[in-house]
């Protein structure tokens, strides 16, 4: 497929308005827009001993979970100020021994910790990771998918929530290093091929409830043979299964969950769900839930005062503006435009284009891909794993993509390429409220994988906006940050009142020359994968801070002087006025 739109077939349009393919054209193919700043990623992968190659199981059989992993999380597991790494990993399927593999991996595939060791006494030292898997006892063999990161008890650790082909686990921090699974004694061992989860206080009543996005119901023993037109063997789609639904568990605060997903309508309204994101949406002060799906409408789950409503459709976050569900993958909120709501941006297929909805204030969208310049560059690209970050810390929220086929590259397969499902991934920048692909990004941006998961964090403790990629079957890519250090920042690790990350919380950061810049509190979003819940305010090369504003998911509000540039400040609920 190849990347210049101008190059494309008539039939790729077809289904578009003309208006919408004028515009795509006069996007795409006139003059190059240059690059405004030099490579600003590296990858530091092998340097800072990060040693993981995803393993998803193929043996010429089809398996329809090949092509869907894996996740990744950072998050700080031993409290030690900086960002560690857990990385999801496949396993073989059906009757299948290791021989079978079409990529012998050499070991029994887990999953994996890695202990990030930076030197917090010696700025700039060398990153450097440890492999300490065994100590923690997250080294599960199943067939895993994706990462949900937050404290569930209340004590202070990050505990993690693995989704899989089969019963997911609920891995609880014991606080020294190590931890015990919890999913069957918790009550939320879902046996459904769950994809993304996400954990945010739906109830504000001061603990971590649980959305899970469950797919279709794929079984070994159902497994079906799909065909290209012309006869030969592919990878089915969400289509030649039905859609399962979505689980919410309510955390009753004493160890367990309690499974809501029928009162609260979720369990009848079944859908292909890959990606998820929780944030106050409408700006009731309660936060809302909208789920990515594949091939069949979004769904937002509007909270009004803890009781859950379905309303895409009416809200105009369901479909594009052409009216066509479309292949939902990776999906996160941010205000790109800066006026004070948060909007939606969300990956698609091949022939698709990404999609990006605009937030009128009220929890009202309005696609705008095609104005605000995302739809021609995504045209050609399969995406999943997606966020917003201000990489270049001049206060705007850009955009990265995670690209990687689901559908046979010909060309590629022509080559020899026994899975020819790479794509190179996609960095935008945003230009006022337009976004332009930066071309060239570099290398770490160059390279082609099966871009899959992506998490964010600030790794290096520098101020700046660090990528951890997750490919199927293929290596885990650690890309540093090098360019948005130089600019001044703010930094800051919000706790609620129990002491834990206050997940959900909103931060408006008010400036010297009057702007405004609201970030959220997260660890969701993006495609099975969670990210640093703490915030990075870019300040380019502007007005300073003034004072910052924090509306907490009880929807409590407080403000707080503006802390000291170039450092984390930790602000806990019930410290401001």
Not at 549 to 554: L, M
Request: aromatic share 10%.
């Amino acid at each position: 497929m190849p990347e210049n739109v101008c190059a494309l077939g008539p039939r790729t349009f077809a289904r578009f308005p003309w208006t919408v393919v004028l515009a795509i054209f006069v996007a795409a193919c006139g003059p190059p827009e240059p690059a405004a700043v030099p490579p600003p990623f590296a990858d530091r992968t092998a340097q800072a001993g990060l040693a993981f190659t995803h393993f998803n199981g193929m043996s010429g059989s089809w398996y329809f979970p090949e092509i869907q992993g894996s996740g990744a999380a950072l998050f700080d597991y031993d409290n030690d100020g900086d960002l560690d790494v857990f990385l999801v990993q496949g396993a073989m399927l059906g009757d299948k021994a290791l021989a079978d593999a079409t990529f012998a991996p050499g070991s029994t595939p887990r999953d994996r910790l890695f202990r990030n060791d930076l030197d917090p006494t010696a700025p700039g030292s060398p990153l450097r990771f440890t492999d300490v898997t065994e100590a923690s006892g997250l080294g599960d063999d199943g067939y895993g998918m994706g990462v949900a990161a937050g404290d569930v008890d209340n004590d202070g650790d990050i505990d993690l929530y693995v989704t899989r082909l089969g019963p997911n686990r609920l891995w609880l921090n014991n606080g020294d290093g190590s931890f015990r699974e919890a999913g069957a004694s918790s009550g939320t061992a879902d046996a459904r091929w769950s994809h993304s989860a996400a954990f945010a206080d739906l109830d504000r009543d001061g603990w971590l409830d649980l959305y899970v996005v469950n797919y279709v119901d794929y079984r070994l023993a159902s497994h079906k043979r799909c065909a290209q037109p012309s006869g030969a063997t592919e990878y089915c789609g969400p289509n030649s299964y039905p859609p399962q639904a979505d689980r919410l568990y309510r955390n009753l605060g004493n160890g367990r969950f309690i499974d809501e997903s029928a009162p609260s309508g979720i369990a009848r309204q079944p859908a292909a769900g890959l990606g998820v994101v929780t944030a106050d949406l409408d700006d009731n002060g309660w936060i809302d839930v909208y789920v990515a799906n594949d091939d069949m409408p979004n769904q937002f789950w509007r909270n009004q005062g803890g009781r859950l409503q379905e309303d895409a459709l009416l809200a105009g976050v369901a479909v594009n503006s052409t009216g066509e569900a479309e292949a939902s993958m990776g999906v996160d909120a941010g205000d790109v435009d800066g006026d004070g709501d948060l909007d939606l941006f969300m990956t698609h297929l091949r022939e698709e284009t990404n999609t990006l909805y605009v937030n009128e204030g009220d929890g009202q969208f309005f696609e705008r891909t095609v104005s605000l310049g995302l739809a021609a560059p995504s045209i050609g690209f399969t995406g999943f794993g997606t966020l917003f970050l201000d990489f270049d810390n001049d206060g705007d929220l850009d955009l990265v993509a995670i690209n990687g086929e689901v559908r046979e590259i010909a060309s590629r397969r022509a080559a020899g390429d026994v899975y020819p499902l790479d794509q190179r991934d996609q960095l935008f920048r945003n230009d006022g409220g337009h976004f332009v692909e930066v071309r060239p990004a570099g290398p770490a941006f160059d390279e082609e994988h099966v871009g899959r998961g992506l998490a964010m964090g600030d790794v290096d403790n520098d101020g700046d906006t660090d990528l951890l990629v997750s490919n199927n079957s293929g290596p885990a890519r650690l890309l540093i940050n090098t360019l948005g250090q130089d600019n001044p920042w703010l930094g800051l690790r919000l706790l609620s009142r129990e002491g834990r990350d206050a997940l959900g919380a909103r931060v408006d950061l008010e400036l010297t020359d009057g702007r405004r810049l609201r970030r959220r509190v997260r660890t969701d979003g993006s495609y099975l994968s969670a990210s640093d819940p703490r915030l990075r305010f870019g300040l380019g090369d502007g007005a300073g801070p003034k004072a910052l504003y924090v509306r907490w998911a009880d929807g409590s509000t407080e403000r707080f002087p503006a802390p000291v540039l170039r450092v984390y400040t930790t602000l806990r609920q019930g410290s401001g006025s």
